[in-house]
């Protein structure tokens, strides 16, 4: 029997962390992400519950102070 390897659905954080978790445990076998991204996969922080729901609103999310 031939292993077929993995299909991800999907280039967010679950499906490039699930990707690299089965490529830790099966390097020789072939991984294909499908997504209708147009961009490589990269680092995305996911949003929190607390952000969804407006809890941000009054407080910076910016990672560095505007300069004038």
């Known amino acids: 029997?031939?292993?077929s390897g993995l299909i991800v659905i999907g280039s967010g954080p679950a499906?490039?962390?699930a990707?690299?978790?089965f490529r830790e445990?099966?390097?020789?076998?072939?991984?294909?992400i499908v997504t209708d991204d147009p961009h490589l996969p990269y680092a995305r922080p996911p949003?929190?519950?607390d952000y969804l729901r407006g809890g941000h609103r009054g407080r910076r999310t910016a990672?560095?102070?505007m300069v004038q």
Do not use: I, Q
């Open 1 to 3: 029997m031939t292993e």
């Open 15 to 17: 499906g490039v962390s």
């Open 19 to 21: 990707a690299e978790a």
């Open 25 to 32: 445990h099966n390097a020789d076998l072939p991984v294909t």
């Open 47 to 49: 949003l929190s519950k």
């Open 63 to 65: 990672r560095r102070a």
